[in-house]
């Protein structure tokens, strides 16, 4: 019998002291805790800055990924595909009311085949002053599946294919479906992007090392993100308004803390198909209105993650670009 104490021998035990060293790591950027404060603030000394990241996306028929209302059918799968373009006929244009109506900037984050299917959407988004966000060709993809070179086209076709078509050169990207290859910073950096929205390991802007220099992340919700809370935790739409407004409250006590004050970034996620829907809307319109009326006593600041990116690399004190290789 076998002493509890004593193991019997293995031929694969690991015996490199190494092992309970040090895990991999990115090298993007150090380990930094909130309660390293900074000490400038937004415009007109707001110390909390709220986005809309507005998803604009299309979707192959009959092919390719995309979110799911319900199971997963053969294709075409007629439901899921029809329930989704419901967004960019309907939900969008009733949510662009919305903003119109508080009187919200977005940062419009959208695929370049809308540029095809429906580019009156595109240039409705242009006619409102909303930053463009590249966010790849399509959603049916994923980005972290293209080697190399087919990730760098992609990066280059979105930035040139904006541009051309809208006269506004985007600065920042998310990728479809938040996915990356180890390339992806680097890439951005390459191909003329300011900043990604793919990491949501802050409540800050953090400066990114890269082989060309800077790339800002500007904190993007996978919490406040109607996708991974209305279609991933079935949350319904009174309950998605409320967290958004239990997040924007608890975050501004953090930034204007009497003694632990301090910047910050809050992100809002959302997609037409889902918070376009009328039910969802009337609880969207609610959390945001109390957002707005916020915005207009001067207590934030309502902004667009590309005018989050230009701020901070203006006030930031970091240490200077850090070139990767």
Do not use: K
Not at 43 to 57: H, I, K, M
Not at 92 to 119: E, I, K, Q, Y
Not at 189 to 207: I, K, Q
């Amino acid at each position: 019998m076998t002493s509890a104490l004593t193991l019997p021998e293995r031929d694969d035990v690991v015996t490199d002291d190494t092992r309970f060293g040090a895990l991999r790591s990115h090298d993007r950027f150090d380990y930094l805790p909130i309660t390293a404060r900074d000490t400038y603030r937004w415009p007109n000394g707001a110390r909390l800055a709220v986005y809309l990241g507005f998803n604009l996306e299309h979707f192959a028929f009959g092919e390719g990924l995309g979110a799911n209302l319900g199971p997963a059918s053969p294709q075409p799968d007629v439901l899921n595909y029809s329930w989704r373009e419901y967004g960019n006929r309907v939900g969008a244009w009733r949510c662009l009311d919305l903003f119109d109506d508080l009187s919200m900037p977005v940062g419009a984050v959208l695929n370049t085949s809308l540029l095809d299917h429906c580019p009156e959407l595109v240039h409705a988004c242009v006619a409102r002053g909303h930053e463009l966000i590249g966010h790849g060709h399509t959603n049916a993809h994923r980005q972290s599946d293209f080697e190399y070179a087919h990730e760098h086209d992609l990066l280059a076709h979105c930035r040139a294919r904006l541009t051309e078509a809208t006269g506004h050169t985007p600065t920042g990207w998310l990728s479809p479906w938040i996915s990356e290859t180890h390339h992806t910073p680097d890439l951005l950096s390459r191909t003329g992007y300011r900043y990604t929205l793919n990491w949501c390991h802050d409540d800050r802007p953090v400066r990114m090392r890269t082989a060309h220099g800077t790339l800002w992340s500007v904190p993007y919700p996978q919490e406040v993100n109607d996708i991974p809370m209305i279609v991933g935790r079935q949350m319904d739409g009174a309950a998605f308004a409320d967290m958004i407004v239990d997040n924007f409250d608890e975050m501004y006590a953090q930034a204007e803390h009497p003694t632990r004050g301090q910047p910050l970034v809050m992100g809002i996620a959302l997609h037409p198909y889902l918070v376009g829907q009328p039910y969802r809307l009337r609880h969207l319109r609610r959390a945001l209105t109390l957002i707005a009326q916020a915005a207009q006593r001067g207590e934030i600041w309502i902004a667009t993650p590309g005018e989050i990116t230009s701020h901070v690399a203006s006030v930031s004190v970091d240490q200077p670009d850090t070139v990767m290789g």
